[in-house]
């Protein structure tokens, strides 16, 4: 087959095409340090730094989620920890004020004192995490409890848990409803507020001796009071220990998951530079060896 200038021609231009995108390639790849800056450079990589990063979205949301759900925990555990600290001084106030010998006044001083602890009480029992209350099941934007005039509490929340996903179809709940707290009567526990305002009714009582025996009758309840709302603060350690051991696994996940997509994408910054100055040397050779072999007019003219 007779090889015409014109057919040189077009295999000079087309390898000089091809060593400059290739050059151009090495460049843009030393510039961004990554191997794949567009799903064309390789397809397949492209596919699997997409599923990396997917799954690091993911894990990023688990790891979110138990973040939250470590401070949920931790700021319930601190604010049951004040109703407990409130409960046992109601409880010393009952044993120091029930004698015979307690005058009125003073035990009408310990009755402001128990309605101040009621209220304390009833206020924690409403607490907050961010904008929405603990204590309220799912009814996270109702006040769970109020009071009447006469110190009955009532409940107004629901029986909902606050759910913490941290893995694919598992999560950790954790108890929203307050009535397990504050009104355990149901499973044989302690209504503290009505214990507090029995409290109450009984250093107000004018009868002395009458009101003694209330106050005597309150001791043991909001004893058990304080075991009750130990026994829910003792839960959370589980909870916690769980997230904890969860966090850390995403932690590892993360970094094996973030290896394996520098592992695609990433390129040796030196072999690239090497590569580029091949190419360089490649294409420089091209155009002297084209040079000698195509018409010098036509070599002038593409330089």
């Known amino acids: 087959m007779r090889i015409t200038q014109n057919m040189m021609s077009n295999i ?39 599923a990396g990063r997917s799954s690091l979205s993911t894990i990023g949301q688990y790891a979110d989620n138990i973040k939250q759900g470590k401070t949920r925990l931790e700021f319930s555990e601190q604010t049951l920890k004040l109703v407990d600290e409130m409960v046992q001084q ?29 209220d304390q009480v009833l206020q924690l029992a409403n607490s907050k995490f961010g904008d929405r209350y603990l204590f309220s099941g799912d009814q ?5 409890f109020v009071r009447d005039d ?5 409940y107004q929340g629901d029986d909902g848990s606050f759910r913490i996903p941290i893995a694919d179809h598992v999560a950790v709940d954790i108890d929203a ?14 209504n503290i507020f009505d214990e507090l305002r029995d409290l109450v009714n009984g250093l107000e009582n004018t009868d002395l001796a ?19 709302i130990m026994n829910k603060r003792s839960e959370a350690g589980p909870k916690l220990y769980r997230l904890q051991a969860t966090e850390e696994h995403w932690t590892n996940v993360k970094t094996t998951v973030q290896n394996a997509i520098g592992r ?13 100055k091949n190419l360089e040397t490649a294409y420089e050779s091209t155009l002297a060896a084209a040079s000698r072999i195509i018409q010098p007019s036509l070599v002038n003219f593409l330089k």
Request: charged share 30%; hydrophobic share 35%.
């Open 12 to 50: 000079f231009m087309n390898n000089l095409r091809r060593q400059t995108e290739a050059m151009l390639q090495r460049q843009e790849q030393i510039a961004s340090q990554k191997r794949i800056n567009r799903p064309s450079d390789d397809p397949g990589g492209m596919g699997r730094v997409l």
């Open 140 to 144: 996270t934007n109702t006040a769970p």
């Open 264 to 276: 695609e994408e990433d390129i040796d910054v030196a072999q690239a530079v090497i590569e580029l």
């Open 177 to 190: 409803d307050g009535r397990n707290y504050f009104q355990d009567e149901a499973d044989g526990g302690v």
């Open 150 to 154: 006469d110190y009955t509490a009532t």
């Open 90 to 118: 109601a409880r010393r106030i009952a044993e120091e004020k029930s004698g015979a010998d307690i005058t009125a006044a003073e035990r009408s001083l310990g009755a402001e004192q128990v309605k101040e602890i009621y």
């Open 210 to 228: 009458a009101g003694s025996s209330q106050i005597a009758a309150t001791v043991d309840p909001l004893e058990n009071a304080h075991v009750q």
